[in-house]
């Protein structure tokens, strides 16, 4: 399934490599079965929360550009990926179209398709992409374990696959025109979305920076995979802020429905609709 959206004069296609789900006071320890009672909706017919990991196509100025690119093979949990490829060309989008590939944080759940294994080696998945994220994402992740529960992944061959196509982006850069990129650290020390803006629209892509809709709702609500709980609150809150009472779109990698919604506030607190 793949949904398609303008913004402005941005072309989007939204598509899902996969999902994984939780209980909602698994993945948010500070939450309780009471405090999800008014918050249901955000819940699957499990009682979990349903994680996508959604991928982002924008076409502008020429170029094509993915941001993320999910799980793929990669063994964690009971996450399960890997539908990427299949899905692109279901929309009619060949790997070798993808010109630039950004990938909000190193998390295996948003670079595991950045490069396949290739017998020993990986080798970059979209041939002729250049790679990029941040700098401080780029330094921490070659540096650190992986996560638990993480098996038949190499960080390292997947830095060596696209070593000398990687470049390094961060809060300003623009990764083609209309396509800016907006540090949101905390959920990882270098975790950074996309802001699209084009003819007075705009668009925020924010990867993990709020992982589900309810953290609209529960502010203090941090998930699992934030390494720096309160930074993430802080750096939620300032995007929000700044759509706030604004016609803007805000999606990220794991709310549901492959969509965009607009920030709204009822009852002195924001909640995400889906548009
Ligand atoms: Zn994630």
């Avoid at 997947?158 to 982006?169: D, I, Q």
């Avoid at 300032?238 to 604004?246: F, W």
């Amino acid at each position: 399934m793949a949904n398609r959206f303008q913004i402005g004069g941005l072309e989007v296609l939204v598509v899902s490599d996969g999902k994984a789900e939780a209980p909602g006071t698994t993945y948010f320890p500070m939450s309780s079965p009471e405090k999800w009672e008014p918050h249901k909706r955000w819940l699957n017919h499990n009682g979990n929360v349903e994680f996508p990991f959604t991928c982002f196509v924008i076409r502008s100025g020429g170029k094509t550009v993915l941001i993320d690119t999910g799980l793929g093979p990669v063994q964690m949990w009971t996450f399960k990926g890997g539908a990427l490829l299949d899905e692109l060309a279901g929309a009619g989008v060949r790997p070798a179209d993808i010109d630039i590939v950004f990938v909000t944080h190193l998390h295996v759940d948003h670079c595991g398709t950045v490069a396949l294994p290739d017998g020993e080696a990986y080798r970059p998945t979209f041939p002729k992409a250049t790679y990029r994220w941040t700098a401080t994402d780029d330094a921490h992740w070659r540096a650190a374990p992986l996560p638990p529960g993480t098996a038949n992944f190499s960080a390292e061959k997947m830095f060596a696959a696209v070593a000398g196509r990687y470049e390094p982006a961060q809060g300003g850069t623009v990764i083609a025109p209309g396509i800016n990129v907006i540090d949101t650290p905390g959920h990882t020390p270098g975790h950074a979305g996309v802001v699209l803006s084009s003819a007075g629209k705009r668009a925020f892509i924010l990867g993990d920076a709020i992982s589900c809709p309810v953290q609209l709702e529960e502010t203090e609500w941090s998930g699992l995979g934030d390494m720096d709980p309160k930074l993430a609150r802080q750096s939620q809150e300032a995007v929000l802020r700044e759509m706030e009472g604004s016609e803007d779109l805000l999606t990220a990698a794991h709310f549901p429905g492959l969509t965009f919604g607009r920030v709204l506030v009822g009852e002195g607190r924001r909640y995400w609709q889906a548009v």
